[in-house]
Structure formats: C-alpha cells, structure tokens
C-alpha cells in the first residue's frame, strides 16, 4: 500500500514521457516526475522515494528529502500566510499548511516552529500542527532506564530543556546534565536516565553507569595525547571546569580517570593527570 508521508522502496516498472511508474509489492503504482527521475536507472530495479500529493492533489513520488516524515515532530520555517493559514517549509516544492485552528499561536511569516505532522482522516491530506500535547503518547511499557532514545530539543526552561523523544512522549534533560553545546530544534542522541512515577522522564546526554565509562575514558586519552601527555585536572577539581574542558560531569570524570588508573594508563599527580610512556 502506497502511504502518503512515507518512504517507500518502489519497483521501476516503465518510463514514460512525464517520468518513471513505480510499483509496490502490491502493484499500485505512482509516478516519479521526470525532475526527480535519477541520470540512470533501470527498469525492474528499486528505487527509494518520499510519496506525498502535489499541488494538484495528486499521489506522486520524489526523490527529495523532506524535513519532517508523517506522525512525526520538527521545526519548519513558516513561508507565506494564505486565506486556511500558513505555508511552511518541509523541504519539498509544495509547501505544507498549518491551518488556522492547528495553530496554537498565530504564525509569523519568518520564525520557525515545532509542528507536526499527520493525515487529516477527512480530507486524506497532509497537514501540519502546532499543538503538541495532542500528539504525545504515553511512555512505551517497553521503555527502560538506560535506553538510548532520539530527542529533538523543543523548548528552554529555568531547569533545564523540553524534548520529544521518539516524536513520541514529552522529556526533560536538566541542566546540569547537558555537557555540550545544544540548540533548539536540534536532535541529540540520549538515555533514559529516570522513569518517575506520576510517568515523566528525565534524560541524560550520557550513558550511565560503568557503560559511559569506556568511551569517556578514550575521550581523556584522546585529549591527553593532544596535550602531550598531560591534563591539568584531578578529582578535585572543579566540576565547571571539567564540564567545560570535558564536556562531562564530575562524576564521570572521576570513574574514567579511575579506570584508566587501575588499567596503568595514566599517572594522578596533585597538579593534573599523566599520560604514561
């Protein structure tokens, strides 16, 4: 079946003036207009497109890349206003509408904004969406502390910053746990770092326990080899100057150094840690 906002890996099946028919396994067919037809191809090899509606609401298909897939959240660019609402930009020639009542302020030509986007049931069209609390989900049952989850970065708060995870549930990463630089609308790699009980969920930017240890331990080598062997840092040294040097907690930092310690890797003087020949 041929689904409008996704990806498929469709069969050439012929070509023809206006472009190539693709085919699924099913055999319903779309056409992929000639600007987006690849230099070379051949028939009966398959081919990975993004099927939507074109302005003349019709199912086509494209090599194009969009910037947000259906059922999922990202931050588009609004381009023009129109008598239903406001245009953005997802990456493709039609441009995507927010309607009026899907806004959960006005829309400024010129900003972005976290939308989200979904098949309207009675019109079977791709439409946008600002309001995000409609489309979160509960916590998966299947999630577990310690997980490695996608999280797009929606908003800034006093304590820390809003995510989504999965384009899924609502998430917190504190800000004593972000260690590098991270902007809004991003998408950072995270773990599940806590599940509380009235079910919301707090995210680390580091694995946690001995696993985090390995790679942050590399991380020091790294730097100390670049620092010719030696790094003014011990375990008693400021947990801001770790962070900005290392871009790690205290924490970590002391289980990595005490690894690499134990493994006769480095030396822990007063002034800093050495690098052994």
């Not at 939507?52 to 298909?61: C, G, M, N, T």
């Not at 746990?177 to 790699?189: A, F, N, P, R």
């Not at 694995?207 to 100390?224: A, Q």
């Not at 790094?231 to 005490?258: H, N, V, Y």
Request: glycine fraction near 6%.
């Amino acid at each position: 079946m041929l689904n409008i906002g996704q990806d498929h890996k469709l069969k050439i099946m012929r070509s023809t003036s206006v472009g190539l028919f693709l085919s699924d396994e099913e055999g319903n067919e779309v056409l992929l207009p000639n600007k987006y037809v690849p230099e070379s191809y051949k028939i009966d090899e398959y081919i990975d497109v993004f099927v939507y509606l074109d302005s003349q609401e019709r199912i086509v298909a494209t090599t194009l890349t969009p910037l947000i897939k259906l059922n999922q959240f990202a931050f588009l660019k609004a381009n023009h206003p129109s008598d239903y609402g406001t245009f953005v930009d997802w990456g493709l020639e039609k441009d995507l509408l927010i309607p009026f009542r899907n806004q959960a302020q006005p829309m400024q030509v010129g900003k972005t904004y976290l939308v989200y986007l979904y098949l309207d049931e009675e019109t079977d069209r791709l439409v946008g969406s600002t309001y995000q609390n409609r489309f979160l989900s509960p916590i998966p049952e299947t999630l577990n502390e310690g997980d490695e989850v996608e999280a797009i970065i929606s908003s800034k708060t006093e304590i820390g910053w809003n995510c989504i995870v999965n384009h899924q549930f609502a998430a917190l990463i504190y800000q004593n746990e972000v260690y590098k630089s991270i902007d809004l609308g991003q998408t950072v790699t995270a773990y599940i770092k806590k599940i509380r009980e009235d079910g919301k969920v707090d995210l680390s930017m580091q694995k946690l326990g001995y696993e985090s240890i390995e790679p942050l331990s590399i991380k020091i080598i790294d730097l100390l080899v670049r620092s010719h062997g030696y790094l003014p840092l011990t375990d008693k040294s400021d947990a801001e100057q770790i962070k900005k040097r290392l871009q790690m907690s205290k924490k970590s930092f002391k289980k990595a150094i005490g690894n690499l310690y134990k493994q006769h890797i480095i030396n822990i003087q007063d002034d800093g840690i050495y690098l052994i020949d």
